[in-house]
């Protein structure tokens, strides 16, 4: 029987610092990622052209050393991967199309898709954001389907996600690792089952 991995994107995965840098707008990437509760409001001065903009962040992405090999030996090992995130710059099918080409070796693809909880159209020339289901929401299903999986977080935005996970694992007795990769968040380490300091370890829990 096939397992599920579910992980954050930003963070675990990587980063779009470097074309944020180029873009100017660092700040608001790193405080949308981490808070996206304040998205529409960092984002009232842009529109049309912020959907150039995140496809020239998705294209930009820079994984983290190891990631797609250990998602490559994952799948060896029976798991199907999945990305979960509040970024905006996965909201857009043909965005995902571009990232999931990052993960491809020897003509396969170690990761099956990304979950977007947030979803971003142009009206009156503005951004506006609407919700596409939670975090929560994705991770419960991945989970009931499957049974027995990995869950990968790694900052403070993941904390409720994290909790949700926990209780659900708890209430259906699911064979489920809860791992924070990195060093984003300390509370974050009260709720995960496991911490390490990079994505490849987390082969020593599966």
Same mark, same amino acid.
């Given at each position: ?116 909880? !947030?979803?971003? /159209? %142009?009206? $009156?020339? +503005?951004?506006? @954001? #609407? ?16 049974? !027995?999986?990995? /869950? %990968?977080? $790694?900052? +403070?935005?993941? @904390? #409720? ?24 968040? +300390? ?20």
């Amino acid at each position: 029987m096939h397992k599920v991995l579910i992980t954050d994107v930003d963070g675990p995965l990587g980063n779009c610092n470097r074309i944020a840098d180029i873009y100017g707008v660092r700040e608001i990437y790193d405080v949308c990622k981490k808070d996206p509760s304040v998205l529409q409001e960092k984002l009232k001065g842009f529109g049309p052209e912020i959907n150039e903009m995140k496809y020239n962040f998705v294209k930009s992405f820079e994984l983290n050393s190891g990631v797609k090999q250990t998602l490559m030996k994952l799948k060896k090992r029976d798991y199907d991967n999945f990305g979960s995130t509040d970024n905006l710059i996965f909201d857009r099918p043909q965005n995902v199309e571009v990232f999931m080409k990052k993960f491809y070796s020897n003509g396969k693809c170690c990761l099956d898709g990304i979950h977007c909880s !947030k979803l971003s /159209y %142009i009206k $009156d020339g +503005k951004v506006k @954001i #609407e919700n596409n289901g939670s975090k929560e929401y994705f991770a419960e299903k991945l989970f009931r389907a499957y049974g !027995k999986g990995i /869950y %990968i977080v $790694d900052d +403070k935005n993941d @904390i #409720e996600p994290t909790k949700h996970v926990r209780n659900l694992r708890n209430e259906l007795n699911l064979e489920l690792n809860i791992i924070k990769v990195g060093h984003n968040c +300390k509370e974050l380490e009260k709720f995960s089952d496991y911490s390490v300091d990079g994505f490849p370890e987390i082969l020593n829990y599966v």
